[in-house]
Nanobody
Framework: QVQLVESGGGLVQAGGSLRLSCVAS????????MGWFRQAPGKERQVVAA????????YYPDSVKGRFTISRDSAKNTVYLQMNSLTPEDTAVYYC?????????????????WGPGTQVTVSS
């Protein structure tokens, strides 16, 4: 099991940017594939970015493609989510997740460990 803690959320105006960070507790961080999810009130938790164990493969749904970038720094046990050109539709609680696997995980059921989440609010 790995403990995850997100940071970097907040309030931003439409068109602005935020960078979320997620620090993992275990030095075996490099053995985990990672993902970022978001959940708005009344909606299902959905993936917004995923990265494989090596960092060589990433996934984005069409809703964020070209605006969000996921990256990882194994030396810092940290995964990042750079979010640009934010819109009010991006408002949600954002969660970092880990799965003990090499490949990408595209659904929340594929992840075993979750951070507590960080709120992102985009004003119009």
């Amino acid at each position: 099991q790995v403990q995850l803690v997100e940071s970097g959320g907040g309030l931003v105006q439409a068109g602005g940017s935020l960078r979320l960070s997620c620090v993992a507790s275990r030095p075996t961080f490099s053995t985990y594939a990672m993902g970022w999810f978001r959940q708005a009130p009344g909606k299902e938790r959905q993936v917004v970015a995923a990265i494989n164990r090596s960092g060589g493969s990433t996934y984005y749904p069409d809703s964020v493609k070209g605006r969000f970038t996921i990256s990882r720094d194994s030396a810092k046990n940290t995964v990042y989510l750079q979010m640009n050109s934010l819109t009010p539709e991006d408002t949600a609680v954002y969660y970092c997740a880990a799965r003990l696997s090499a490949g990408l995980g595209l659904t929340f059921r594929e992840y075993s460990d979750w951070g507590p989440g960080t709120q992102v609010t985009v004003s119009s």
